[in-house]
């Protein structure tokens, strides 16, 4: 009985030390002097993408392994030859592209390596890719509740220093914001840029903050963030250019109407000084404050050439400006300075003309460009509409019948898979959007000379584009 119990043991202990070795070779496959030393997804795992990295290291004790001794092949199609494959001589590392994803399911990975001896190893594993699987969601790149924190602790200090430096100045200067402001006015861009900008600026962080700690948000929230961002910081600035174009058109259009009447009464016997008291009486155009500033200063005696420079300073037109120029110089030297204001009439009469009859004439080739907007994308549309029947398009005509991406040799043919929509979407939204962006930019150079009275048409054409691409996914 003893003897039967010690051969039992005996037998055990040499299964047990037999199936060492054979634990090892699972492990680590070898055959003769080349070995794989690591796999990469390992074998029998399960992973989340069908575009992983896959990467073999492997060692030879007897020779080196050389670059066209290494072939790796992915559910039967070649890969070494791919553009995202990497050869070592240790190592192989393929990056699946977006264009060949590995399947949902089982896959297998086969490995061959051929020595400078001529030794041979082939080695093969299987991964399962599984995408249902949720992946982790990405990490804030600030939490929400710091991040106010933060800004509400720096508007404190802000506030707190500004607080005391006008108390100071309160104290040894008898500083009030009223007469301040009455000796240095608010600039415009300050309310119509600055401002806006700061505060898209902090909308847009904390709207990506928001975007990336909440799950469950449509694919293009981050875009959308973008979207309402450049709105807050351009919408004020767009409209008041448009404002400031449309109020110089009417003040040239009133000032050629002045200088016109003006000619008329110097004609009548009237100096330029009287003209001006005169007219400001019955002026009821865009004109009418300025000139009852002018006529008030002729009344306390300042001189014509500088009554009429202070006038047109404010204006923002440097046409007028040059004009109104012109004629107090005329005054200054005498002569003729009713004729001289007559030809001054004529000529930014026929100039303001001319400025109206081209803005009508560039009504067509920008109604163009937005077609040619239009037309991209309806083709957009279009591909987004057919890409989902892309899978089943053949590229074998390009390569003679084989992948052009493969290696030499391989004649299997491949058949593109289809294509992710969602991505898809997104990419041209973002397209459109830079487009958007730079045609409305484009058609206010075009249009007026300055980039700046084009953003309201980018702003419409971004709103434009949102509303179309948000349809098109409902």
């Known amino acids: 009985m003893w003897r039967s119990l010690h051969f039992a043991i005996a037998v055990l202990s040499l299964a047990a030390l037999a199936l060492i070795p054979l634990a090892a070779v699972a492990a680590h496959p070898e055959a003769g002097p080349i070995n794989i030393t690591s796999v990469s997804p390992e074998p029998n795992s399960t992973i989340t993408t069908t575009i992983p990295t896959i990467t073999v290291t492997f060692s030879d004790d007897a020779a080196s392994i050389p670059y066209g001794g290494v072939n790796l092949s992915v559910n039967g199609r070649v890969v070494s030859g791919f553009q995202g494959t990497t050869i070592t001589p240790s190592s192989i590392s393929y990056?699946?592209?977006?264009?060949?994803?590995?399947?949902?399911?089982?896959?297998?990975?086969?490995?061959?390596?051929?020595?400078?001896?001529?030794?041979?190893?082939?080695?093969?594993?299987?991964?399962?890719?599984n995408t249902s699987v949720p992946a982790a969601p990405p990490a804030p790149l600030i939490q929400f509740q710091a991040l106010v924190l933060y800004l509400g602790i720096g508007g404190a200090v802000a506030a707190a220093a500004f607080g005391g430096w006008i108390l100071y100045l309160k104290q040894t200067t008898r500083f009030a914001f009223r007469k301040y402001f009455i000796t240095h006015p608010a600039q415009r861009s300050y309310l119509i840029l600055y401002v806006p900008l700061a505060v898209a600026f902090v909308f847009l962080i904390l709207g990506l903050d928001w975007v990336n700690s909440t799950s469950g948000l449509p694919p293009m929230a981050i875009d959308y963030v973008i979207v309402i961002a450049i709105f807050i910081a351009l919408t004020g600035f767009a409209i008041d250019a448009r404002r400031q174009l449309a109020a110089t058109r009417a003040y040239e259009r009133a000032f050629a109407q002045l200088l016109f009447e003006m000619a008329d009464a110097m004609r009548g016997g009237l100096d330029p000084a009287k003209a001006i008291v005169e007219l400001a009486k019955t002026s009821s155009n865009i004109l009418r404050r300025h000139l009852r500033i002018a006529a008030d200063a002729v009344r306390i005696g300042r001189p014509f050439e500088s009554v009429l420079r202070d006038m047109v300073r404010p204006i923002p037109s440097p046409l007028i400006r040059r004009y109104a120029g012109l004629i107090a110089d005329a005054s200054g030297v005498g002569g003729e300075t009713a004729l001289v204001v007559y030809r001054a009439a004529k000529d930014m009469d026929d100039f303001v003309k001319i400025e109206e009859e081209r803005q009508k004439q560039l009504t067509l080739p920008v109604a163009v460009i937005y077609i040619a907007v239009a037309v991209l994308l309806a083709v957009l549309f279009a591909l987004l509409y057919i890409s989902p029947s892309l899978g089943s398009l053949s590229i074998s005509f390009l390569g003679g019948g084989g992948n052009p991406l493969e290696s030499a040799g391989t004649t299997t043919a491949s058949a593109a898979p289809k294509l992710d929509v969602g991505g898809l979407h997104e990419r041209f939204y973002q397209l459109m959007l830079v487009n958007s962006l730079g045609t409305g930019a484009i058609i206010g150079a075009f249009t007026e000379g300055k980039a700046r009275y084009g953003v309201l048409h980018s702003l419409g054409l971004v709103a434009a584009m949102t509303i179309a691409f948000t349809l098109f996914t409902a």
């Open 95 to 129: 990056a699946v592209s977006s264009l060949f994803p590995l399947v949902a399911g089982p896959n297998k990975a086969t490995l061959t390596l051929t020595d400078n001896l001529n030794n041979s190893f082939q080695f093969s594993w299987n991964f399962t890719v």
